[in-house]
């Protein structure tokens, strides 16, 4: 660990607290800064009715592929610091100068962290979810960068985690990792080439930040069964990635949509077009909008449904939110047009308590593998306490499921709880 001696601000816990909305990954506060792609896993045969299977042939011939989504996964700052090997923890936002700060808020408000964690740890109850349901691909918007760089950019706050902890990513057997977003840049170019390298060394595929705009538009491919799944990343400067993290020819960055044209959607159809074969299916990430709030903007809904109609996406995947929005079922294509957080330090940071920001969701997504369309999706809630993912309470699940209604209602689906407090979506 460098700087062992770096300690936390010791202001007033109450004068920090009402300070720390700024601590959060506040996409739209970010300043622009000084800046100069394993598991091939078969479909297997299921019953029918069954649907725990992973990536599952049905009884009538069709092919079902189950995937796991969910938003942003935040494992720097605080979390890093109780992993095994912790890196530097000074932190350069106004008024959070050590990482640690972060470990203590947690504490301060739902104890003891055991220090130092197993990597699976932090992933908790999600970990007997996915063993559960056994998804044929595992796919995460990583929201930081993973590297030892000091070279920290000019933004109200900057995640890193050291690469020596990757395998806190690797312990969950993620597959892909989203990297169009507002901080996989926090350390500079130096910090993405480490960020890069170090997940392509762990064996985790990446899309949407690159070397260079060629590399950054280069979707994930992950193998399944006869088909492929293909993953896009894309950011969005409504998330607040500054425009120059956008990725040119030269130049580091990442895939940054500057608008959502009709043009932009065409642009994207022909890199879709150009790799898409008969049997894959598409993932469409995309980081963009605000943190809070469930007002879906019309350019948003609007591209989503081109994605789909022009672009050969079957799956918008849509994070930055720190809660989940609504979704919508799109001429049978699945929208989630924000996931929510999903792991982070932000225990104990006060200041949007109405949107529940500590209730997370596991989403499973099951698609006919050879249309795309969706067939069915549940829901796992869960909710962070001390640094680990813990199934959602009843009270808590419920909360979350009337919310999803709420949402639901302009899109024309709702939530149904299941008796083991599973969430499933259902439409018109
Ligand atoms: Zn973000």
């Given at each position: 660990m460098e700087n062992p001696e770096e300690t936390i601000n010791h202001k007033p816990l109450l004068k920090r607290r009402k300070l720390?909305?700024?601590?959060?990954?506040?996409g739209l506060t970010a300043v622009a800064g000084p800046l100069h792609s394993q598991l091939a896993q078969t479909d297997a045969k299921v019953t029918?009715?069954?649907?725990?299977?992973?990536s599952d042939v049905g009884a009538q011939n069709s092919t079902l592929l189950t995937l796991f989504l969910c938003g942003d996964v935040m494992t720097g700052r605080g979390i890093d610091q109780v992993l095994s090997h912790p890196g530097n923890p000074v932190l350069y936002e106004e008024y959070m100068k050590s990482a640690l700060g972060y470990v203590q808020l947690a504490e301060e408000a739902n104890g003891l962290v055991p220090?130092?964690?197993?990597?699976s740890y932090i992933w908790g109850d999600a970990l007997t979810e996915l063993e559960r349901r056994q998804p044929a691909c595992r796919i995460i918007n990583l929201e930081t960068a993973v590297t030892r760089s000091e070279?920290?950019?000019?933004?109200a706050v900057n995640y890193r985690m050291n690469p020596e902890n990757i395998p806190c990513i690797t312990a969950a057997r993620i597959d892909c990792c989203a990297l169009?977003?507002?901080?996989?840049l926090d350390w500079g170019y130096s910090g993405l080439a480490e960020t890069l390298s170090s997940l392509k060394q762990a064996g985790l595929k990446t899309a949407g930040?690159?070397?260079n705009i060629r590399e950054a538009q280069e979707p994930a491919v992950l193998p399944r069964g006869r088909g492929r799944v293909l993953v896009f990343s894309f950011g969005s400067e409504?998330?607040?990635?500054?425009?120059?993290w956008l990725a040119r020819e030269n130049r580091p960055g990442v895939d940054l949509l500057t608008d959502f044209s009709p043009e932009t959607v065409l642009e994207i159809r022909k890199r879709v077009t150009s790799i898409k074969r008969p049997r894959d299916l598409v993932v469409g990430s995309i980081h963009w909008?605000?943190?809070?709030?469930y007002q879906i903007p019309y350019a948003q809904q609007a591209f989503a449904h081109q994605l789909i109609d022009?672009?050969?996406?079957?799956v918008v995947h849509g994070h930055s939110s720190h809660h989940p929005q609504g979704m919508e079922i799109y001429k049978g294509k699945l929208i989630l047009y924000g996931c929510g957080d999903?792991?982070?330090?932000?225990?104990?940071?006060?200041?949007?308590e109405a949107y529940r920001g500590d209730l997370t969701l596991m989403y499973f997504v099951r698609l006919d593998?050879?249309?795309?369309?969706?067939?069915g999706l549940e829901m796992a809630a869960m909710q962070m306490k001390r640094f680990r993912l813990n199934h959602a309470l009843a009270d808590d699940v419920l909360w979350l499921k009337e919310t999803l209604d709420r949402e639901g209602k302009k899109f024309g689906n709702w939530v149904e709880l299941g008796a083991d407090n599973t969430l499933t979506l259902r439409w018109a």
């Open positions: 720390l909305l700024s601590a959060l990954s506040t029918k009715n069954s649907v725990q299977n992973r220090k130092p964690v197993s990597y070279d920290v950019q000019e933004k169009a977003n507002n901080h996989v930040a690159g070397r409504t998330s607040g990635i500054p425009f120059n909008g605000g943190n809070w709030g022009d672009a050969g996406v079957d999903f792991l982070n330090d932000y225990e104990g940071i006060l200041g949007h593998a050879s249309t795309g369309t969706l067939v």
